[in-house]
């Protein structure tokens, strides 16, 4: 099954801004490409996904702060994060909807 790698978490303090980025093996057109995180003693939620003609759709909690965007030419995806609030704290997975998941990656909001 085709791969999903994640970069580009890390630590930051609160308001600070991180970008996510997600590199498939695989060709991602035309599917519907997203992002999920979990956060301790919580259930995974959806924070933001994008279709393929870039539709979006964003939890509550992040509009306006997050934006989701997709380069069909290289098959990645990014989630650009501004104004950081400790609540962000979480693993975040990338996700495609072909059934792939990546491994996650840890982003941490912390003064």
């Known amino acids: 099954q085709a791969q999903l790698v994640e970069s580009g978490g890390g630590l930051v303090q609160p308001g600070g801004s991180l970008r996510l980025s997600c590199a498939a093996s695989r060709s991602i057109v035309g599917y519907y490409m997203g992002w999920h995180r979990q956060a301790p003693g919580k259930e995974r939620e959806l924070v933001a996904g994008?279709?393929?003609?870039?539709?979006?759709d964003y939890a509550t909690s992040v509009k306006g702060r997050f934006t989701i965007s997709r380069d069909n030419a290289d098959n990645t995806i990014y989630l650009q994060m501004n104004n950081l609030q400790p609540e962000d704290t979480a693993v975040y997975y990338c996700f495609a909807a072909w059934g792939s998941w990546g491994q996650g990656i840890q982003v941490t909001v912390s003064s």
């Open positions: 994008i279709e393929n003609r870039g539709r979006t």
